[in-house]
């Protein structure tokens, strides 16, 4: 079963048991190959990473703190090359299955950790979420998912890509089970008492796809209900492609700054596109970098004023479901555009997200994905069980 | 010893017999992994290329003309990635030995077939010059090595890159085995007359470094007292970087326009320098298009008028001898744009250009390129032949 769903680096194999007696006993986990796991090389995806850097000596931090609770880690999953990649579809170790839409790509770049929780190979798995990796494939394989407030989940241990934007975030097929992995990881209790004012961002929803955005509908009218006041809203009011356009400068060239090193000393093997986005960071100017991050400080201020406590946002995660797998280069393109510009507020503000799976469209998973203020995470994860409770 | 060579493409394994009788007979012979060979794969020196391509049926022509003449075809010999390297530095099958300098990179793109001669493990080899991919593997290596007139010699069943700038060379240890394998391909006795003047291009000379023209000076001497008359000339006026320049326009466009729909159906492996190399050549705009087009305009006139019946040129074939194996990207760089420049008039105005070894600076092998007007090849080896005979 496991060589069908292809969750799994070939050809690694791990397994450690979790600590007896912790609050995270009998759950099994699996970790995207860009977290540490002593011992074990971290493959990040490309098979000329793991030959420059040392097998490390030291776990995660969120694969000890996992281990910690009492969770087993089971093994270590298929990632997009180095993290650059939005579908799952690995020109190294294939594309992991999207169980619930066979034919449709997992989404990326967690694609192998989504997979694996999809398939039930295990009970949660680390992701990690620089420009939408958590959420996108928690979207297209119908998955809880969450990327943390920026800074709230140690990175120690995580192979970097755009520093500034990178999350660690997890996967999980129903809301306790969730609850119970993000208490340990975000340290913090899930509180039973839930926001009161849901924001609807019309913006967002109109740059989805109709259907789409028509599918999600009543699980808004539920959240709605469950909260008690709500209010459409414009979330971008220059556009969210221009948000869009801000995160694919920022995060393009700070990729670079991380990989040219490695590039430039090992000149490695990389899918094209890999490649082709990597250069694209080398090539933006200082100007480019200036009006983004002006930008930048315009989306975290607009979200601020949006988000006092007590409110959190409401929006599609993605603009349409899953797309068929072996699609060519130019026809993602203008997909992964889309995609990227309603999840570029994730980097560009480091507010934390969760994925909202239970809507379906032609019978394909798509997520609504709630936002909150900096550090409201374990209130969005509250959010999550109260839906589900709801269903 | 092969193995240590490293020059045949690891995991294959090719040998065809020549006719009986023919003017080659009892030579053997190596093919870079771009020339068909009937019931093998063409694998351009990149794993993902050959599963997108049927195994050919057919051998490219210079192929089938060797094994014509009585040659046997002993191996197919590793190349930088889909031609675009000028180093021999393979991110797949890694660097062929230079035996005449085993700590320093053998040349590229036919680093195979260069090592392969030069060890000896066969008589000549089959290479492709599009901007210095025979002329500089046998400067580096210490071999003779022609670039034919460009259309001169059917690329038939070979892979292309830029096909305004491609043609099918060889290479030989010695001049007598040159000229045998040379009247084949060229279909073309070569004749006893030798040019009767010399021109020395002063601005090539003065590009190169001061050690390797001083070194090349005995040789210079020599071919002017065997043709009768020389004279200093100024090769590119504009400037060699200018024509160096041009040439850097057109090949990587054309070059993308050749693997542009590999790339986008495939999204093939590259090693990062390849995948700048193309993505330079995506990013060409039409005016610098039109400028390089006027310059190659210019550059033909120029030796026209240079190279009337009768008369070659002698330049230094590389600016220095082999670099150090190994070197980082940066490091790289400015090597090979000096070489390009030394190289980028075979591209642009497609005369024949024939590397004529025997000197050394510093111990390491450096050649001096003679090249005529246009068909004038079989002269060209006429003149490796007399230098060669007044060693």
Redesign the interface.
Known sequence: MQDRINAFVPGTSVRIEGKPGGPLSGLSFAAKDLFDVAGHPTGGGNH?WAKNYRVPTAHAWTVQALLDAGATLIGKTITDEVSLGIFG?S??DGTPLNSAAPDRVPGGSSSGSAAAVAAGLCDTALGTDTGGSVRVPSSFCGLYGIRPTHGRVSVAGLMPQAPSSDTAGWFARDAATFARVSAVLLQEAIPEALPTKLLIATDAFGFADEALAAALRPMVERLSSLLGASEEVLMAPPGLSVWGRAQRVLQPYEAWQTFQPW???A???????V??G??AGSQVTQEERNWANLMRQEVRGRLRYLLPAGTILCLPTTPFPAPLRGR???DQQADRDRILCLCAHGGLAGMPQVNLPGSMVDGLPIGLSVLGGPGTDATLIAVAKAMEEKR
Chains 1, 2 share one sequence.
Do not use: C, G, K
């Open positions: 000329d579809e020109a190294y590039l430039e000393s000149n490695p093997r990389l899918a094209f596109t490649a082709r990597l250069i060519s280069v130019p």
